[in-house]
C-alpha cells in the first residue's frame, strides 16, 4: 500500500495516508515524497473529503474509520483494485483518493493535479511465489533498467538498485510482485489476480498465510487463478523443482511455459555458468549469497529476455545489482561482530536464509536472531518446521513475546543452543554476552522488531 500511495502521487494526486505502528524504511519513503501519514483510525480523517478511499488489507470490520465510511456509503476501493484501473490498465486517474489500511501508509487522500494524463496500458511482469518475490521482482526491475528500457514498478521493499520501492514511467513495461494475500475485507480473492500480467515468473509454493488459507490447497486454487488470466501472446516461467507449481498448471494452462532449475529449461552449475535447454548463456559474477537467489537470479533473466533483453545483458546488470534493503542487509559491524538484518519468516525462508551466510562465512559462528511475528508465525501453525530450519545455526536466540504458544518447548529439540526470552531488552542483553570477535548475527523479522539492530550495535560498543 506504501509503494501504491508512491505512485497515485507520482501520477499527480495529493496523497495522505494513514495506518498504525508506521515504522522505516517506507514510512521514511513517504514521508520523502510529501505523503502525509496519519498515525490511527480517527473518523476525523473523513473531513480531508476524498473522492475515493483505498483501502488496504489490513483493514478490517470494526475499523472505526471503514465503518464511518459504510455508514455513510462514502465509495471506496481496494489498493490493487485501484492500482489495475489506474495504472497498469488503461483508464483515466480518479480527481481525489484517500487510501486506508495497509503496511505503513495507508489512508491516503489525494487530488489530482491538471497536468496528470491517463495510464497507457502496460506489460506487466509479475513475480509471485512463497519466498523470494521482492528479490526478483528487484533484480527484474533493475535488468530492465540497466537495458535502458525504464520500467515502472512496485515491489513490496526498498531495492538498493532504486532510490524508491514504486515507480511510474512512461515505459510500456511494468514489473510487479504479485502476492497472494487476500485483497481486502470485501475481496478475499489474492492480490495478484487484478494485475492481468503478460509475463509471470511463479518462484515457488507451499503453504503460507494461515490466517486466511486452509491448506496448500487453496493457495493452489488462487494461483490457478492467475494462471487463467495470463494470454497465450504471454510467458510463465516456472520453478520446475517444485511440484506444487507443476499441479497448478496441469489444471489448465493456456500460456507458454517455460522452466527453471530443471534439466529442461534455465540452469545455473556450480561455477555459475547459465544454461537454457543444455546451451551456454554465459557466466554470473555477482556478490548475492545463496543458492535460492541463484535460482531467483534464472526466473529474472528469463522474465527479461521475454521482452527483448538479451541474456548477456541481463547477466551483466545482475553483476551490478546491490539487492534488497532487509535482505541480508549489513546493518554494522562492531569489534569484529557482524550484524545483518533479514526478512525471513517462514521456516523455508529461515533456512535458506542461514544456509546462504553458511556458505559465505564457512566455519565461523551463525548466531540466528528470529521474531516469529507473521500471522501464520503467531498461529503456530509453523513451530513443528522451526528446530529444523534453525539447525545450521551456531547459536539461537528467539522472542517470544506476544506469541500464544510455547517457544520454548517447539525449540527443545535445538537443545542449549536455543535461547528464548519473552523481554527484549533480556534477549539482546543475552546476544551481548554471547557474540565473539568474528561471529555473525542473524536477525529475522518481518517488522521492526523493536529497533533490536540499534540497540544491539550500541550494546557491542560497550
Not at 512496485?154 to 531495492?159: H, Q, S
Not at 551456454?280 to 526466473?299: D, I
Request: charged fraction near 20%; charge should be negative; glycine fraction near 10%.
Amino acid at each position: 500500500m506504501g509503494g501504491i500511495a508512491a505512485l497515485a502521487k507520482q501520477a499527480g494526486h495529493q496523497v495522505t495516508g494513514c495506518d498504525a505502528n508506521v515504522y522505516p524504511p517506507m514510512s521514511t519513503q513517504l514521508e520523502a515524497q510529501g505523503i502525509e501519514l496519519i498515525e490511527g483510525f480517527g473518523i476525523e480523517q473523513l473531513d480531508l473529503k476524498p473522492n475515493v478511499f483505498v483501502i488496504g488489507n489490513v483493514v478490517t470490520r470494526g475499523n472505526p474509520l471503514m465503518e464511518e465510511i459504510l455508514n455513510r456509503n462514502l465509495p471506496y476501493i481496494s489498493g490493487p483494485q485501484w492500482l489495475a484501473e489506474n495504472i497498469l490498465q488503461c483508464g483515466g486517474i480518479p480527481d481525489e483518493t484517500h487510501h486506508q489500511g495497509g503496511q505503513n501508509a495507508t489512508k491516503r487522500t489525494a487530488k489530482r493535479s491538471e497536468e496528470a494524463g491517463t495510464s497507457a496500458p502496460k506489460w506487466v511482469l509479475a513475480v509471485a511465489g512463497t519466498h523470494g518475490k521482492t528479490t526478483t521482482s528487484a533484480m527484474l526491475a533493475w535488468i530492465l533498467e540497466y537495458a535502458g528500457l525504464n520500467p515502472g514498478f512496485l515491489i513490496g521493499g526498498v531495492p538498493q538498485n532504486f532510490p524508491i520501492s514504486a515507480r511510474l514511467t512512461n515505459s510500456p513495461f511494468f514489473v510487479i510482485e504479485a502476492d497472494e494475500y487476500d485483497t481486502a475485507f470485501f475481496d478475499k480473492r489474492s492480490k495478484f489476480v487484478h494485475y492481468r500480467p503478460r509475463t509471470t515468473i511463479l518462484n515457488n509454493l507451499e503453504f503460507d498465510h494461515a490466517d486466511i488459507f486452509a491448506d496448500l490447497a487453496a493457495i493452489e486454487i488462487q494461483f490457478h487463478h492467475l494462471i487463467r488470466t495470463i494470454p497465450t501472446s504471454g510467458l510463465i516461467i516456472s520453478n520446475g523443482r517444485v511440484a506444487a507449481l507443476d499441479g497448478v498448471l496441469q489444471r489448465g494452462c493456456w500460456t507458454p511455459v517455460e522452466r527453471f532449475g530443471s534439466t529442461d529449461g534455465w540452469q545455473i552449475d556450480a561455477d555459475d555458468q547459465v544454461t537454457l535447454r543444455g546451451k551456454p548463456q554465459g557466466a554470473l559474477y555477482w556478490e548475492l549469497l545463496g543458492e535460492h537467489n541463484r535460482q531467483n537470479a534464472l526466473a529474472a533473466l528469463a522474465a527479461a529476455r521475454h521482452v527483448g533483453v538479451p541474456v548477456a545483458q541481463g547477466l551483466a546488470a545482475l553483476s551490478a545489482f546491490k539487492n534488497v534493503k532487509r535482505r541480508m542487509e549489513v546493518r554494522g559491524v562492531v569489534n569484529g561482530i557482524t550484524v545483518y538484518d533479514d526478512f525471513a519468516h517462514h521456516p523455508t525462508a529461515i533456512e535458506t536464509t542461514i544456509a546462504g551466510l553458511r556458505s559465505k562465512v564457512g566455519h565461523s559462528r551463525i548466531l540466528a536472531v528470529l521474531e516469529p511475528r507473521s500471522n501464520t508465525m503467531k498461529l503456530g501453525v509453523m513451530k513443528a518446521a522451526l528446530p529444523d530450519s534453525l539447525h545450521g545455526a551456531d547459536w539461537v536466540f528467539c522472542y517470544a513475546g506476544n506469541l500464544g504458544w510455547d517457544v520454548r518447548s517447539a525449540l527443545l529439540p535445538l537443545g542449549d543452543k536455543a535461547i528464548v526470552e519473552n523481554d527484549l531488552g533480556v534477549l539482546t542483553a543475552a546476544i551481548v554476552a554471547t557474540a565473539q570477535p568474528g561471529d555473525h548475527v542473524l536477525i529475522m523479522s518481518n517488522g521492526g522488531f523493536g529497533g533490536i539492530h540499534e540497540r544491539l550495535l550500541k550494546q557491542l560498543q560497550t
